[in-house]
T-cell receptor, first 114, second 115 residues
């Protein structure tokens, strides 16, 4: 089984709808991240969390919110989706105890906002 | 602020040919450096990483990368490319000794392999 899972894998929605993307991990890592990927822009950090009680904004957090329900679960919400939020979204995890803090990525969620 | 540049958006090579993907970073201190690969429809997989020691690092799938501080570069190489190497490759940099390992990614390089 995959260490980092994301649901759904694909989603098509309409402008103004509320969307939640979910991420679960079995790696036992304390840090979790949400990124979005756009062609030609690489990955950009939306939010990150050190533990259940710690949530931090990344470089492009406007229009997004997150919830860390447990150490293993980190959800990303789009309160009112807009077309320019169409992108590939990745969840990642890392281990505070690891010296290099290497991040491990889920398979991604492709979101299309019409 | 740290930044990463991958000058080549798209590279095409023949199967069996050698490969070098370029990565330049901007950062005031010694960074952690990473190469990730994204196969079509897949997430990102770590190929290799550098954080200290030997500047030539070996990764999975026969890849290697060399950290050159004087050139602020961390280029990825493979002596003989296989068709299965066709993918998008991302270079990333993270800060050392900070409260979290924030990754800054380059724009990515798409590799096409001709038979």
């Amino acid at each position: 089984d995959a260490d980092v899972t994301q649901t759904p894998r694909n989603r098509i929605t309409k402008t103004g709808k509320r969307i939640m993307l979910e991420c679960s991990q079995t790696k036992g890592h304390d840090r979790m991240y949400w990124y979005r990927q756009d062609p030609g822009l690489g990955l950009r950090l939306i939010y990150y969390s050190f533990d259940v009680k710690d949530i931090n904004k990344g470089e492009i957090s406007d229009g997004y919110s997150v919830s860390r329900q447990a150490q293993a679960k980190f959800s990303l919400s789009l309160e009112s989706a807009i077309p320019n939020q169409t992108a590939l979204y990745f969840c990642a995890t890392s281990d505070l105890r690891a010296r290099t803090d290497t991040q491990y990525f889920g398979p991604g969620t492709r979101l299309t906002v019409l | 602020a740290q930044s990463v540049t991958q000058p080549d958006i798209h590279i095409t090579v023949s199967e069996g040919a050698s490969l070098e993907l370029r990565c330049n970073y901007s950062y005031g201190a010694t960074p952690y450096l990473f190469w990730y690969v994204q196969s079509p429809g897949q997430g990102l997989q770590l190929l290799l990483k550098y954080f200290s020691g030997d500047t030539l690092v070996q990764g999975i799938k026969g890849f290697e990368a060399e950290f050159k501080r004087s050139q602020s570069s961390f280029n990825l190489r493979k002596p003989s490319v296989h068709w299965s190497d066709a993918a998008e490759y991302f270079c990333a940099v993270a800060r050392l000794g900070t409260s979290y390992g924030k990754l800054t990614f380059g724009q990515g390089t798409i590799l096409t392999v001709h038979p």
